[in-house]
């Protein structure tokens, strides 16, 4: 006969004998190996409750109020797909108050065809929302005379501000890609002479080395958005469009490049060294960048305020149906929560 013990409170846990039977079953198949410890953390599992909500992940940039240090990195516009995915990426900026750059809006430049794709300043709300542009065409409108264009963008976009991004490799790649008739930073530095805007400069996932880091932090920029090597690598999406005997001589420039964690230890540096001549206030962290986890590391080792960027990262779940992207979105936000309570970046 069981006996049954008097008590005031109740045992909530219904499922316990399937998962002690469960538990079991993975036993064997639930071991890990000391060699694959994520050794870029110290675990700290004293110090917490777990998070309620995502408020300790709230962050400025570029003087708005961001509710958690993820930015969605610039991406696509002016084809049939990039409609929906742009309107569900702007929707997830606002909806989760996130920060987000356009993919380039060059087309806009010469035809209001493909407005409808980048005006989502109406979704993102309040949040940092930039136009972009290549490098390439920021020289051509100088040269012609068309600056006031880019304010006309900005304006037709109701955005914050625009990235310009530097992508000399993927243009020598592309079959139709445009060559650059002066360096870039002689073209930067005009446009911030010359225009009274927000401008974050990038490249597009091949990083930039110790000497375009410092000039760029010497510039009164926003910020810099690294797009390092290690995720989506524009030298190989070209080499991959291009004739075969292109991408074989090619080929050896995909692995060109720096990587996220190595810009932020160099941007470290510079930036000490700079002191008072370092300009550029933030930095986004992207390129590469997989999950919570790298973005919290990234964002945390940075002694520069930073935010974390993912392009491919949001591609994937922003094509179809907007539930998926919140899903995604609130896994992440949560496993970013999880991780800034328990984890400490060793030094
Ligand atoms: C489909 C796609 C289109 C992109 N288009 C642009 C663009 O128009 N302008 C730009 O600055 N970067 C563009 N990027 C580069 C991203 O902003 C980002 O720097 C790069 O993908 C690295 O991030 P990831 O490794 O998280 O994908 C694009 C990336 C993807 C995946």
């Not at 408020?55 to 696509?76: E, H, N, Q, Y």
């Not at 979704?123 to 304010?151: D, H, K, T």
């Not at 060109?256 to 300009?279: F, K, P, W, Y």
Request: charge should be negative.
């Amino acid at each position: 006969m069981s006996k049954h013990i008097p008590s005031d409170i109740e045992d909530d846990d219904l499922n316990a004998a399937s998962r002690k039977k469960e538990h079991i079953d993975l036993a064997f198949k639930a071991r890990s190996s000391v060699r694959d410890i994520d050794s870029r953390f110290d675990y700290e599992p004293l110090f917490a409750r777990h998070p309620q909500d995502y408020s300790a992940l709230t962050t400025r940039f570029a003087g708005k109020t961001m509710d958690a240090p993820v930015w969605i990195s610039s991406m696509t516009g002016g084809t049939q797909k990039a409609a929906i995915i742009n309107q569900n990426l702007a929707k997830a900026c606002g909806e989760y108050r996130l920060g987000m750059g356009l993919g380039s809006c060059r087309q806009l430049l010469y035809s209001d065809a493909y407005l409808s794709d980048f005006q989502l300043r109406k979704y993102a709300g309040e949040q940092p929302f930039y136009a972009n542009l290549g490098i390439a065409q920021v020289e051509s409108l100088l040269q012609s005379g068309n600056m006031f264009r880019m304010r006309e963008l900005l304006d037709k976009l109701d955005a914050d501000g625009l990235i310009i991004h530097i992508n000399p490799l993927q243009e020598w790649l592309q079959p139709e890609g445009d060559r650059y008739t002066r360096a870039p930073l002689y073209t930067i530095q005009d446009v911030l002479e010359k225009l009274d805007i927000s401008i974050i400069v990038k490249e597009v996932g091949q990083g930039m080395g110790p000497a375009s880091i410092e000039a760029l932090l010497r510039l009164p920029l926003t910020a810099i958005d690294f797009a390092a090597n290690g995720g989506t690598n524009f030298a190989l999406m070209e080499i991959l469009r291009s004739a075969p005997d292109i991408a074989e001589h090619y080929r050896s420039l995909v692995n060109i490049g720096h990587s996220a964690e190595e810009m932020v230890s160099l941007t470290n540096i510079i930036s000490d060294r700079l002191g008072q001549d370092c300009l550029t206030g933030q930095v986004i962290v992207s390129g590469g960048i997989h999950d919570f986890l790298d973005g919290y590391y990234l964002t945390e080792k940075s002694k520069l305020p930073a935010v974390y960027g993912q392009a491919s990262g949001f591609l994937k779940h922003a094509m179809g149906d907007y539930v998926e992207l919140q899903e995604y979105i609130e896994m992440q936000l949560q496993g970013l929560a999880l991780a800034k309570a328990i984890l400490k970046v060793k030094s």
